[in-house]
T-cell receptor
Framework: LAKTTQPISMDSYEGQEVNITCSHN???????ITWYQQFPSQGPRFIIQ???TKVTNEVASLFIPADRKSSTLSLPRVSLSDTAVYYC?????????????FGSGTQLTVLP | EAGVVQSPRYKIIEKKQPVAFWCNPI?????LYWYRQNLGQGPELLIR????????DSQLPKDRFSAERLKGVDSTLKIQPAELGDSAVYLC??????????????FGPGTRLTVL
């Protein structure tokens, strides 16, 4: 079971790029890295998923170094509406879902 | 397209009482998950269904919790009897998984349970 470590909280200003790093030293070969966003009183929402190198979609980028022991979620030009908790999830895409356990997440606060 | 629907959104009960939560997943999604989220923590998986079969319930407290997914669509999670420590948000999620691999999960808004 890959344990993840994220900063508890981060502050940023509107228009800045935000990078949230997740450490997962015991990541397994068949593990993928997935990031979710959660607003108060809502369920988590999928942001991005990757295995290695870099993945980009319309809302974020995910950087994964060669050793895969960490990953960085990059949010370009954040706005106030990006204030939320961000979870890093490391688990195999296939197999037992028992490893689908989220960590405590990172509370991102975007300031005006 | 409708998202994952959960009801009720809020529930307040006294300890030792039973309670049930209902979930309607996104149409066509074969996999359904129940999570429990305590305040300030991430979601914890309780049970996962592939169609109508529970394929992972290792973290479901079976002495008081039960779940079912009739006909592989809607699901119900029940607690009987409820304890003070069961106060949490219960989240339902669904995904379309193929050949044993699971992908993006879509979450419902959750049911906030308060046990007095």
């Amino acid at each position: 079971l890959a344990k993840t470590t994220q900063p508890i909280s981060m502050d940023s200003y509107e228009g800045q790029e935000v990078n949230i790093t997740c450490s997962h030293n015991n990541i397994a070969t068949n593990d993928y890295i997935t990031w979710y966003q959660q607003f108060p009183s809502q369920g988590p929402r999928f942001i991005i998923q990757g295995y290695k190198t870099k993945v980009t979609n319309e809302v974020a980028s995910l950087f994964i170094p060669a050793d895969r022991k960490s990953s960085t979620l990059s949010l370009p030009r954040v706005s106030l509406s990006d204030t939320a908790v961000y979870y890093c999830l490391v688990a195999p895409v296939a197999g037992s879902a028992r490893q689908l356990t989220f960590g405590s997440g990172t509370q991102l606060t975007v300031l005006p | 397209e409708a998202g994952v629907v959960q009801s009720p959104r809020y529930k307040i009960i006294e300890k030792k009482q039973p309670v049930a939560f209902w979930c309607n997943p996104i149409s066509g999604h074969n996999t359904l998950y129940w999570y429990r989220q305590n305040l300030g923590q991430g979601p914890e998986l309780l049970i996962r269904y592939e169609n109508e079969e529970a394929v992972d319930d290792s973290q479901l407290p079976k002495d008081r919790f039960s779940a079912e997914r009739l006909k592989g669509v809607d699901s119900t999670l029940k607690i009987q009897p409820a304890e003070l420590g069961d106060s949490a948000v219960y989240l339902c999620a669904s995904s379309l998984n193929v050949a044993g691999s699971y992908n993006e999960q879509f979450f419902g808004p959750g049911t906030r349970l308060t046990v007095l």
